[in-house]
């Protein structure tokens, strides 16, 4: 998933940890300052259905209905077959462990049902914390935490790659963790101490993948090694756990550059091994799938590929394509499915055989597809593509007809080998960008989104019957905007193939494209805002490398558009929700507050002085009310203006603030409640004010941190103590009072 990420100060807080491993004994590590909440809140997610990249998923071979899934951005599940669901396993991760929601590898006890580790970390960037391992003795319930010396890359090149972690067959207490920049790791207390395998012959470096699965074949292990030329070794053994040794005769060339998955059939003892000239999940234009005789025949490779790439598709594109995952049936030798990865062109598949490779069906072509369930899933189109993204793919040990497969939006499963639906319940995985409660009409809730556009939320439990914002369709969203007295029309832009702008009439039911746009927009549509009355737009406009640009301002729906010049530039619009003729920007780079109070079409200095230097510091305006603005400064605190920004209070009841929203009043005050993501005293948390921010009651709890929420945050305006909070990759959380 392509997501904006938090900024670089909220690193991990494990990073200052001593330069040995050190175990954890109790999770999570976080202290409630400010005590328990009150009052209580139920918390439960706005149901979407996915829409994140899951980049693995592991079947419990020992358990009938007890599987795992990991993603990149939000965390790792555990099935739940009784409720057919997904349970979320990392919620309890908080603001300082936002690092640790990228799951890099994830692995099982066959011999202990009960037992599941996690290898987390998302990037190995320096301002990225370090990596960490959990293991639980309850699949997941609690979990004990080793943090690590190194970094992981769970939302890097790579990420949708074989487990990097693995339990050794021949003893349950050791375990193998592959590293992309610092060679393979060991453990011999069950993940409590790490330290460097001796005897591995992967030479580690800087910039490169590492290890890019481990796998058992028998008592024999397997590491697979992304850092291959092609045609030095990538795939090593061991059958002492000591002794290392290049696989012989392994294929080379760039069809089998970079081992991705494996998976062995222990019937016919053959090891089948995915390749692709790339990582993934992008960037591959070829690959092949191998198998490896480990019993009879020992040391036999043959070439199994289903489709070779590189040929023409009936439009006359190339068909280039790496190939992704690969299971086998446990239960019918030689039978096993392969996916291919990143064929834009024809469109990836997932191959079935049941000889062992001789021959292959696409089970694509017999596929019929159900996303009644997460309509979004078309796209905007008439019907779903088969997959994308297909990296992560499991046969159920249990159902030789249970196919799961993972796509950069959602999992599709099948019991029939024909019939595919998401089996997604539970799994949210939304980066979320924008949130806005309106005060009157069916939907409670709109959002914007990353990589899935805009939503209109009639229900909170179930997906959008509409699926996302169409006419124009939006891959990532980057404004949403409403008539505070109009709350009929509503603006939104984002990065879409035929448009980045459009307009609503009907609370966003239904849209259609702005006449006209700025020729900047396709390339850098930037925020937008509506004054009270739906009389006056601005949108801005930053560049995905950062280059910011003067505001654009249109007083006729978008058919016509002229530069603000006094407008600073990059900043985010706010309009006013009581005066149609009062816009603000908060200029970050200087600490200026700028005004209009002609409709937008002019801006001058107000507040200067304030802090300054971060693009995420957030602007809101009170409800009803002129000139009230709130600022979000981050560590620097909250501050208030009541005179439209020509000055500005810093308040003393929080230190840090990170966004802020507003909903229903409490009964008898006469103030909208506030909500705010920051911190009154040691850790980072959810509050609620019903007095003007004078004081705040922690309403979420240890067990619902979700990592990095400061992007938005909104209360309802009909419903009291209900708040809506985007997380970056657990989708949209909302909370009621119990």
Known sequence: MLTSGPSRRAVLAATAATAAVTAV?????VAAAAGSPSPSYRWRQVVIGGTGFVSGVLFHPSVRGLAYARTDIGGAYRWDDRSARWVP????????????????????????????????????????????????????????????????GGNEDGRGTGERLLVDPRD?????????????????????????ASGFPGTPSAGGQ?????????????????????TTPNLFRTADGTTWEAVPGQPSGTAAKVPIRASYD??????????????????????SVHKLATGKGSGTWTDVTPVKPGGTTSDGSSDTFGYGGVSVDARRPGTLVVSTNDRWAAGDTVYRSTNGGRTWTSLKDSAVLDVSETPFLTFGADRPKFGWWIQALALDPYDSKHIV??????????????????????????????????????????????DVGVMYHERLTASPSRGMASNPAFGSATGLAQAAAKPSYVVRTGFGDHGNGAFSNDGGRTWAPFATQPALAKDAPGPIAVNTDGGVLLWTFVHWDGTKYPAQRSTDNGAGWSEVPTFPKGATPVADPADPKR????????GTLYASTDGGLSFTAGATGLPSGDTQFELVAAPGRVGDLWLSVKWNGLYRSTDGGATFTKLTSCWASYTLGFGKAAEGADYPALYLVGSTESITAVYRSDDEARTWVRINDDRHQWGWTGETISGDPRVYGRVYIATNGRGIQYGDVV
């Open 89 to 152: 396993l990392n919620d309890d991760l908080g603001w300082d462990d936002w690092n640790l929601l990228g799951v890099e590898a994830m692995a099982v006890d066959p011999a202990h049902p009960e037992r599941v580790y996690l290898a987390l970390g998302t990037y190995t960037q320096s301002w990225a914390g370090n990596g960490a391992v959990l293991r639980s003795e309850d699949r997941g319930a609690t979990w004990a935490r080793t943090d690590l010396t190194v970094k992981l």
């Open 172 to 196: 349950s207490d050791t375990l193998w963790l592959g590293t992309r920049h610092d060679g393979l790791l060991k453990s011999t207390d069950r993940g409590a101490t790490w330290s460097t």
């Open 210 to 230: 590492g290890v890019t699965l481990l796998v058992a074949a028998g008592r024999t292990l397997y590491a697979g090694w992304g850092d291959s030329d092609g």
């Open 25 to 29: 004994a109790s999770f999570p590590a």
């Open 405 to 450: 497969y993972g796509t950069g939006a959602t999992l599709y499963g099948t019991r029939d080998l024909k019939h595919w639906a998401p089996q997604i319940r539970g799994l949210e995985e939304t980066s979320v960008r924008h949130l806005i409660s309106p005060p009157t009409g069916q939907a409670h809730l709109l959002s914007g989104l990353g």
């Open 583 to 590: 816009f603000y920007a908060y200029d970050t780079d200087t």
């Open 266 to 287: 222990c019937h016919t003892r053959e090891l089948y091994v995915t390749y692709a000239d790339a990582p993934g999940p992008n960037g591959q234009s070829d690959g």
